[in-house]
């Protein structure tokens, strides 16, 4: 089993950046990718980052440019570094991190961080 917790939400004004940080905790040897999720009210979650073992990393079109994932393994933590921030990214954002070498893969979440855009 893998502990998700995350940390470094709140309320930002249009343009200002955030950090947000996961950490890992427990059997981390078997994750093999982390990303970040968000979901706003009346919305599905969707997919805002991604980041392979092999360092790939995925964007969606509406963060590329603004948003960027990272991770440092010693510390079992992983980031997402928002940039230029839009009314529109406010959502609660979720930390992933799929677990295992083959499928079907585990998947851990992080319980949530609440992100507020003012215009």
């Known amino acids: 089993q893998v502990q998700l917790v995350e940390s470094g939400g709140g309320l930002v004004q249009a343009g200002e950046s955030l950090r947000l940080s996961c950490t890992l905790s427990?059997?981390?040897?078997?994750?093999?990718?982390n990303a970040w999720y968000r979901q706003a009210p009346g919305h599905q979650r969707e997919l805002v980052a991604a980041l392979t073992s092999g360092g790939k990393t995925t964007y969606p079109s509406s963060v590329a440019g603004r948003f960027t994932i990272s991770r440092d393994n010693p510390n079992n933590t992983h980031y997402l570094q928002m940039t230029s921030l839009k009314p529109e990214d406010t959502a609660t954002y979720y930390c992933?991190?799929?677990?295992?070498?083959?499928?079907?893969?585990?998947?851990?979440w992080g319980q949530g961080t609440q992100v507020t855009v003012s215009s």
């Open positions: 427990g059997n981390t040897n078997e994750i093999n990718a």
């Open positions: 992933y991190a799929r677990g295992g070498s083959e499928y079907p893969f585990r998947d851990y």
